[in-house]
């Protein structure tokens, strides 16, 4: 049903997203706890400067990254140099550009769950002993999770349609960096192969979609746990 | 023993508070907005003043000119909160645990079950905390404060959002708590009822200042200083005992130092010790022993003391034995009865107005 290429093109889009959101966790939560939760001068450039990626052109983010990461750019040669890392023009670079066009997405849904959070309880935690990471663990982190599920799904899917970015950035290399949206689009430039292209189409919606609708069985399930209800049986 | 000598402000609101708090259980007390709430967030940590020092059993606590802030869960103090806060995410067992997560030393098993037990926890340990009611959460709340055996117990307010019921059923769990542990507490409350029941002293807060602090009777009657005007309405504080309880027509005789009392209710026993408060306002003079009235409590005194208050008023002081009852009256009945300090009167006062 499902051809070996169609299976290669799908398990590729899927391991990018997965590193995508993987290098994007760490620091989206980081970001989103200072923005929600501290006052510092130049807070609201910080917010802009997440924000950028949401309104800037694909492509510029995608050259950004090819200055900055490429074998001549600054951090790319220091890399290589280094660790004999190189992600232009590799899968993990594409996972990079993806990772950066869904970071905002990722802060905004985080935050907002941060700033929901009641900061009364995080004080009643501080008198009965817990520190600074006693609070983050037992209280803070439980409580924001719909929000951190949220942020990682939404980056999760909107890595798996990353397009101008990645395309700048890493090229279209089928088998290395030939994500799903990628392959639609060579397959349209190809005369005759629009039936395969829409196969391609039809899948790239199912794994979407998928994704959304996990994320919605987990989160109204993390949601009832929050609220202090079962999470089996709802009242 | 804790003592407290802090100044901080915020905004335009200024505390400046100066007292000290033995065993037992100390009571703060003022109006909503009177600086109460911050007073004890300072000494659970949660809020750092400006300047002053504060100190238990000789251990500083926080002290602002060397710098000493000990963090709120190094304190080892209990904090009950006015709406439970207690944690969503958390069943009522997990959540009565919590601070045992963090506990270095070890805690008795014993005073778990024991806590379980007095606060009737046993079949809400699985629950979810979103399913319980008013009641039910502050009932967690205290065992969860009290599971990690803190050294004092501080508590803000944690009746004013139940409904009378509630409030009465907590309040019984509180003087259960009181009698079997021996822990000091602080008691934030504006409601007399409470304070008279559960305090030992208590500290008269108004604008982020002490106005007066000692024993409940003194203090709470506005006896020595009759600052308690300010902030309540004055009138004497008695403790007694109650002597012997008529169900029938659901009355107590109360005894104390100075003669008996007859007030209203009979849910308490016989030798059980109480506080009533007589408001000035519902206390009548009469020179004579008056005869058929309907007044159940008629006390034979002496005139100590009469202070204008306005140009309406006058307080009137008796002394009856070793206690001081209150009585406001207008000036012209002190006039129509040419009162003056020596004299002897009756106190009447109504069974149905007194408080307890």
């Not at chain 1, 590193?19 to 966790?25: A, F, M, P, R, Y």
């Not at chain 1, 520190?131 to 599920?149: D, K, N, Q, R, Y």
């Not at chain 2, 002290?63 to 190094?74: M, Q, W, Y």
Request: glycine letters at 10%.
């Amino acid at each position: 049903m499902i051809t070996e290429q169609e299976w290669a093109i799908i398990q590729l889009s899927l391991q990018v997203a997965g590193l995508s959101v993987l290098i994007s966790l760490p620091a989206g939560l980081f970001v989103a706890y200072c923005l929600a939760r501290w006052e510092f001068t130049g807070k609201s450039f910080i917010d802009a400067f997440v924000h950028l990626p949401l309104v800037l052109p694909p492509v510029v983010v995608g050259y950004a990254l090819l200055v900055v990461f490429g074998q001549q750019g600054v951090l790319g040669h220091w890399l290589e140099a280094h660790w004999g890392w190189v992600v232009a023009f590799r899968w993990t670079g594409a996972a990079i550009a993806s990772a950066v066009m869904s970071f905002p997405l990722m802060v905004r849904a985080m935050r907002l769950s941060i700033e929901s959070i009641d900061q009364r309880l995080e004080a009643a935690a501080k008198t009965l002993g817990a520190g600074v990471l006693g609070v983050w663990f037992t209280v803070t982190l439980p409580l924001a999770l719909p929000g951190i599920i949220t942020g990682v799904v939404l980056a999760f899917a909107r890595s798996l349609g990353e397009f101008g970015a990645t395309i700048t950035f890493v090229s279209n290399i089928p088998g290395e960096t030939q994500t799903l949206p990628l392959a639609i689009y060579s397959l349209w430039q190809v005369p005759g192969a629009e039936p395969a292209a829409f196969r391609l189409c039809i899948l790239s919606l199912l794994v979407s979609f998928a994704a959304l609708w996990f994320s919605q069985v987990f989160v109204s399930q993390a949601q009832r746990r929050v609220r202090g209800q079962d999470a089996i049986s709802e009242r | 023993m804790l003592s407290v000598n802090v100044e901080h402000r915020l905004g335009a609101f200024h505390v400046k508070a100066q007292f000290e708090c033995g065993g037992g259980v100390s009571a703060l007390f003022g109006r909503s907005g009177s600086g109460k709430t911050s007073l004890i967030n300072m000494i659970a940590g949660l809020m750092k003043p400006e300047s002053g020092s504060i100190r238990f059993n000789g251990e500083t606590l926080f002290d602002a000119k060397r710098g000493i802030h000990v963090a709120p869960g190094a304190r080892q103090f209990g904090y009950v909160f006015q709406e439970g806060r207690l944690f969503p995410h958390l069943n009522v067992q997990q959540n009565l645990e919590y601070a045992l997560w963090f506990q270095k030393r070890k805690v008795q098993s014993s005073h778990q079950n024991t806590l379980i037990e007095l606060l009737d926890l046993g079949l809400l340990l699985k629950r979810r905390v979103g399913h319980l009611s008013g009641g039910e959460r502050q009932r967690v709340a205290l065992g969860r404060a009290l599971m990690a055996q803190p050294r004092l117990l501080l508590l803000d307010e944690p009746l004013a959002a139940l409904d009378e019921p509630k409030r009465l059923e907590i309040l019984r769990y509180l003087q259960t708590l009181r009698k079997e542990m021996k822990l000091p507490m602080i008691y934030v409350s504006h409601a007399v009822d409470e304070v008279l029941r559960l305090a030992d002293q208590v500290v008269l807060i108004s604008a982020g200042q002490v106005l007066a602090s000692g024993e409940v009777e003194a203090v709470m009657g506005g006896a020595l200083t009759g600052l308690g005007e300010k902030v309540f309405e004055g009138g004497a504080v008695i403790q007694g005992v109650v002597q012997a309880i008529d169900p029938s027509d659901g009355l107590a005789t109360v005894t104390f130092d100075g003669g008996q009392l007859t007030l209203v209710g009979h849910n308490f026993c016989v030798a059980d010790t109480l506080r009533v408060r007589i408001r000035a306002r519902e206390v009548a003079l009469s020179l004579t022993q008056p005869e058929n009235v309907s007044i159940q409590n008629i006390l034979q005194g002496r005139i100590e003391r009469l202070e204008h208050q306005g140009q309406t008023h006058v307080l009137v002081s008796v002394a009856v034995g070793t206690v001081l009852i209150r009585s406001r009256i207008t000036v012209r009945a002190m006039r129509q009865l040419q009162l003056q300090s020596g004299m002897t009167v009756f106190a009447l006062i109504k069974a149905v107005s007194l408080d307890r």
